[in-house]
């Protein structure tokens, strides 16, 4: 692995991997880290335990029990305010639901919601259940109160494809096949959105060819009323610092990707025309893009396939923070670096096998 800034190995002497792109593993306080300590080296789903680091790497904690992480992104740990964490239960998907440990010690609460995403001003989290009359288990988008433990249903799956422009019309064994993805807050915590698809039936080996592809961001107030449909999108959607747009992907006719801007109000525009990468966030000033590409490792166990690069939006220049091998960068066994920013701009998370091990770095820019 290579880079000109200063590196710090974060996951210390047990593999571990950091939450998603989208999940910085700072604390609020910016003190600590957290992560999924894996016990041993994974190729998918393997056993593990949250984890916190301080700030400079040192001092690794495990918490709680033994449950099973990925290897992309263990249990999409995170922060609920300084002094909690929380993390799917299980993601091998044998036990459903959430658990929250206290960093300093006390009782493990388990929640029933496979929670996505807590909102860090409101302390207000997004969770996905079964819908009574629904086959599949994340059909139904609930609101938690994580001070007062309540939990109130907004709207299910079906409910979601009833308010869409091209959804409402098909019938009701086409929205069976539709999930949900991706419950984001606002950083404000005012909206949210939900991603609404059914692409997994376009990768299969007889993609249907009577019914339109959806793949829909699905807008609504923070309390879960006025929801509507914002936009279509390619792929890797994310909110902006301000809150006052998202953006996403978008896959150009002429070939390539556009890094598009939907605001709340107005009509959407490209942020940069032609980019590469798979997972872009915004640094929390909006000034720096950081993003991760790769390409096939060779046999050379010397190659460098992957890297995390920094972008200006407005320039469009570009600077290489880090370059690593990953061998293996599929999404079901493998390892995608996921930089992601600290809270203060200063700093990029990622992950690697650079060295054959599962491994959380981070990288300071300034």
């Not at 992309?72 to 959430?98: F, L």
């Amino acid at each position: 692995m290579h880079s000109d800034h200063r590196l710090t190995l974060i996951s210390g002497d047990r593999p571990g991997v950091s939450g998603y792109y989208d999940l910085t593993p700072e604390s609020p306080d910016g003190q600590r880290v957290v992560l999924f300590s894996f016990d041993h080296h994974p190729t998918g789903n393997a056993p593990g335990r949250l984890a916190v680091a301080d700030h400079d790497g040192s001092g690794l904690r495990l918490l709680g029990p033994t449950i099973t992480g990925r290897s992309q992104n263990g249990v999409m740990q995170q922060w609920i305010y300084n002094y909690h964490v929380a993390g799917m239960a299980d993601r091998s998907w044998e036990t459903r639901g959430t658990v929250v440990l206290p960093i300093h010690g006390g009782d493990t609460r388990q929640l029933e919601a496979d929670i996505r995403m807590f909102n860090p001003a409101t302390g207000k989290a997004l969770g996905f259940l079964r819908d009574d009359d629904h086959p599949n288990v994340r059909s139904v988008v609930h609101l938690m109160d994580f001070q007062t433990g309540q939990s109130t249903r907004l709207f299910s799956l079906r409910e979601m494809a009833a308010v869409h422009p091209v959804a409402k019309d098909l019938p009701r064994e086409a929205i069976d096949d539709f999930h949900i993805k991706h419950s984001k807050w606002a950083p404000d915590g005012a909206h949210f959105f939900v991603v609404l698809t059914h692409e997994n039936v376009f990768r299969s080996a007889n993609p249907p060819t009577d019914i339109p592809r959806v793949k829909a961001i699905m807008l609504a107030n923070g309390d879960g009323s006025g929801l509507h449909h914002h936009t279509e999108f390619g792929h890797h959607p994310l909110w902006g610092p301000d809150s006052s747009y998202v953006y996403a992907f978008q896959h150009r006719e002429s070939g390539g990707q556009s890094l598009m801007v939907y605001p709340l109000d107005g009509e959407p525009y490209a942020m940069v025309e032609h980019l590469q990468g798979v997972h872009p966030s915004l640094s929390p000033d909006g000034r720096w893009i950081v993003t991760d590409r790769w390409t096939r490792a060779e046999p050379d166990p010397t190659h460098e396939n992957a890297s995390v690069v920094l972008i200006d939006p407005a320039t469009g220049q570009e600077r290489t923070l880090v370059t690593m091998r990953v061998e293996d960068t599929t999404q079901q066994t493998g390892c995608h670096p996921h930089p992601v920013w600290d809270r203060a701009g200063k700093r990029v998370y990622f992950n690697s096998t650079d060295d054959g091990v599962l491994r959380l770095w981070a990288v300071d820019i300034e």
